[in-house]
């Protein structure tokens, strides 16, 4: 199975994200010069959210740095950030990488609640 569906169904089987008023996730990995970081939000039907990562947030920071590994191989380079975004119903996911700015997606600047960040990350 490709890494990218396993990062799929590992956030989509986690037991945070079942409850039906969960209706996406968004979150950054971070992966430059040594840095590993994950920073996610669970989404609300409600339009609020949630700072959270998954349980298996170990091995889907593994299964990043696999897909990495592999795209890397295919010749299109290693990312510094994967954007994972997931969405209900139907568990779309989207991945979406930076190639050369490693703080592109990193909460600075932003009030203490995150919710301008946060927003950043809604799958949409």
Known sequence: ???????????????????????????????SGGTRRMTGFRHLADGDFIPDTPDEAGD????????RDALVF???GAFVQCL???TRP??????????DA?????PRGIGLDMSEF???LRPG
């Not at 490693?102 to 990193?106: D, I, N, T, Y």
């Open 1 to 31: 199975m490709p890494p990218s569906s396993t990062i799929g169904e590992m956030i989509a089987d986690d037991a945070a994200f079942q409850p039906p008023d969960r209706v996406g996730l968004g979150m950054v990995v971070t992966l």
């Open 74 to 76: 295919d010749g299109h």
């Open 90 to 99: 139907g568990g779309r996911l989207r991945l979406q990488f930076v190639f």
């Open 102 to 106: 490693p703080k592109r997606r990193v």
């Open 60 to 67: 889907v920071m593994r299964k990043t740095r696999d897909l």
């Open 118 to 120: 946060a927003q950043g």
């Open 84 to 86: 994972i975004r997931l």
